[in-house]
């Protein structure tokens, strides 16, 4: 991160303006509707920003900048085509330590600014850092077609009643679960209807109506897809950015985990092959007794909860103690990875069905009904099975799977790290103990992973080194 976002509060503080021309017009625009007084400097000044700053408090100077001008000031910009005056001004600011701006000149600024959605009290701002401004504005074009004018009016409304509330609950859980339920209700449907008055009414009565000593915890058992965060659903996305608590497990990118509300607790328990950073028994625990505390919990796991994720047996202890959840599906690897791998599950020349498979059972064995994964025409998934490779692709050729059937081995799919391997049951093995592909990855067996060359998306991202493919999923990103 480049800068760090902050609001500056210039209510009632000095704002040096050094430029009189259009740019300047805009900063001042700004620069005034924060109620700051600004002082304007240049030999030209625009007609209507003199106007404008005048009316506001200010001052347009007609003249020659003088360092002298930036004693007890609070904000600088630097808004003229003069370059060695942009750079004085610049020295004059960080001899006086005073933010500065200096309009397209990013090495000359202590601040920027972003392109703005103006909902005040609701304000955001985007920014790229100087990069790119014209993506910063089709960004905050985006936001304000996504952001009703309605936000506005509402985040009036709470500021109203934002010490009621403060006076009745005494814990920030306690507010933070109050204002959520209130800002996703029926309170905020009827100020985007424009009905102002009767969500006053509505929330003063749903305050009077709250019991401040409920404790009311729930868990939120959500699938964070294989990797990729553009994998994530929107309920995902909006569980994951309420909960007090986040217990993530190893198959959970970064990317992932960054997208949890900011604020909240994060621990890690993941599970790795005779490594195990909480047990399953302690992970249960951790979210009925987080829960009991009247958190918000968030499970989030990698793939799916229910697809060899063991979520069944953590809401089954939840169940015990009645208490409440609720269950987020994701996207699981082997639809996601195959798919970012170019190998389709099903094709009607090759595979009619397929088989989800875990090559790891309870009891670290893979006594597996081979016999069910080795009819024609259907693509086998295994899960976990990368250190157990060399025994199904032995015991699928001893039931009866041609030795020269298509494997392939996905690992870290859809991630920037993602790699594919590609072989056969007889070889695949072998290539894998030459390439030592990391964990975790898959195991597609079947013909449709003969159509991989063809399909993968990653066009002349591509690298074919001996059957073992390298693509960047991200490689156009930039």
């Given at each position: 991160?480049e800068?760090?976002p902050l609001f500056?509060?210039?209510?009632?503080?000095?704002a040096?303006?050094?430029g009189?021309?259009?740019?300047?017009?805009?900063?001042?625009?700004?620069?005034?509707?924060a109620r700051?007084?600004?002082?304007?400097?240049?030999?030209?000044?625009l007609?209507e920003?003199?106007?404008l700053v005048?009316?506001?408090?200010?001052?347009?100077?007609?003249?020659e900048?003088?360092?002298?001008?930036?004693?007890?000031v609070?904000?600088?910009?630097?808004a003229?085509?003069?370059?060695?005056?942009?750079?004085?001004v610049?020295?004059?600011?960080?001899a006086?330590?005073i933010?500065?701006n200096?309009?397209d000149?990013?090495?000359?600024?202590?601040f920027?600014?972003?392109?703005?959605?103006?909902r005040?009290?609701?304000?955001?701002g985007?920014?790229?850092?100087g990069?790119s401004?014209?993506?910063?504005?089709l960004m905050r074009?985006?936001?304000?077609?996504?952001?009703?004018?309605?936000?506005?009016?509402?985040g009036?409304?709470?500021?109203?009643?934002?010490e009621?509330?403060?006076?009745?609950?005494?814990?920030?859980?306690a507010r933070?679960?109050?204002?959520?339920?209130?800002l996703q209700g029926?309170?905020?449907?009827k100020v985007?209807?424009?009905?102002?008055?009767?969500?006053?009414?509505?929330?003063q009565a749903?305050?009077?109506?709250a019991d401040?000593?409920?404790?009311v915890?729930e868990?939120?058992?959500?699938?964070?897809?294989p990797?990729?965060?553009?994998?994530l659903?929107?309920?995902a996305?909006?569980?994951m950015q309420?909960?007090d608590?986040?217990?993530?497990?190893s198959?959970?990118?970064?990317?992932?985990v960054?997208?949890?509300r900011?604020?909240?607790?994060?621990?890690?328990?993941?599970?790795?092959?005779d490594?195990?950073a909480v047990?399953?028994?302690?992970?249960n625990?951790?979210?009925?007794?987080?829960?009991?505390?009247?958190?918000?919990?968030?499970?989030l796991?990698?793939?799916?909860?229910f697809?060899?994720?063991r979520g069944?047996?953590?809401?089954?202890?939840?169940?015990e103690?009645?208490i409440?959840?609720q269950v987020?599906?994701?996207?699981?690897a082997?639809?996601?990875?195959?798919?970012?791998?170019?190998?389709?599950l099903?094709?009607?020349?090759?595979?009619?069905?397929?088989k989800?498979?875990?090559?790891?059972?309870?009891?670290?064995?893979?006594?597996?009904?081979?016999?069910?994964?080795v009819h024609?025409?259907?693509?086998?998934?295994?899960?976990?099975?990368?250190?157990?490779?060399?025994?199904?692709?032995?015991?699928?050729?001893?039931?009866?799977?041609?030795?020269?059937?298509p494997a392939?081995?996905v690992?870290?799919?859809?991630?920037?790290?993602q790699?594919?391997?590609?072989g056969t049951?007889?070889?695949i093995?072998?290539?894998?103990?030459?390439?030592?592909?990391?964990?975790?990855?898959?195991?597609?067996?079947?013909?449709?992973?003969?159509?991989?060359?063809?399909?993968?998306?990653f066009?002349?991202?591509?690298?074919?080194n001996?059957g073992?493919?390298?693509?960047?999923?991200?490689?156009?990103?930039?």
């Open positions: 991160m800068y760090l500056f509060k210039l209510d009632d503080k000095t040096v303006l050094v009189g021309g259009q740019v300047a017009l805009r900063k001042a625009t700004l620069l005034v509707r700051a007084q600004v002082k304007v400097i240049a030999h030209h000044i007609p920003l003199v106007e005048e009316q506001n408090n200010g001052e347009a100077i007609i003249g900048y003088q360092a002298e001008m930036l004693e007890k609070d904000l600088v910009i630097a003229t085509d003069n370059l060695s005056l942009n750079e004085q610049h020295h004059d600011a960080v006086r330590h933010p500065v200096v309009v000149k990013p090495d000359l600024c202590s920027i600014f972003p392109a703005i959605v103006d005040s009290p609701l304000v955001i985007v920014s790229s850092g990069e401004p014209v993506l910063s504005r074009a985006k936001l304000e077609t996504w952001i009703p004018q309605g936000y506005s009016r509402l009036k409304l709470v500021g109203q009643f934002r009621q509330v403060k006076g009745r609950f005494t814990t920030i859980n933070r679960t109050f204002w959520e339920k209130t029926q309170v905020a449907e985007f209807a424009g009905r102002d008055e009767e969500a006053a009414e509505l929330l749903n305050l009077d109506a401040p000593d409920q404790q915890g868990v939120y058992l959500v699938g964070g897809g990797g990729d965060p553009e994998l659903t929107f309920k996305l909006r569980l309420q909960a608590i986040v217990l993530y497990d198959l959970v990118s970064e990317e992932v960054d997208l949890c900011r604020d909240a607790d994060k621990v890690f328990v993941g599970k790795r092959r490594n195990h047990p399953q028994d302690g992970i625990q951790l979210l009925i007794d987080y829960a009991l505390q009247g958190k918000r919990v968030l499970r796991k990698g793939g799916d909860p697809i060899f994720g069944g047996e953590e809401l089954e202890s939840l169940k103690h009645n409440p959840f987020v599906p994701g996207i699981t082997a639809s996601a990875c195959s798919t970012y791998a170019g190998i389709p099903t094709h009607r020349d090759y595979a009619q069905s397929v989800l498979v875990t090559g790891q059972l309870k009891n670290r064995t893979t006594d597996l009904n081979y016999a069910e994964l024609p025409n259907q693509t086998v998934v295994f899960y976990m099975g990368l250190h157990t490779l060399p025994v199904l692709a032995q015991n699928l050729i001893e039931h009866g799977k041609p030795a020269d059937t392939a081995v690992s870290k799919g859809t991630t920037r790290d790699q594919v391997l590609i049951l007889a070889d093995a072998e290539k894998q103990a030459q390439a030592q592909l990391p964990a975790p990855a898959l195991i597609i067996v079947g013909e449709v992973v003969n159509l991989q060359e063809n399909l993968t998306w066009g002349d991202q591509v690298l074919h001996h073992l493919v390298l693509p960047d999923a991200h490689a156009t990103e930039d």
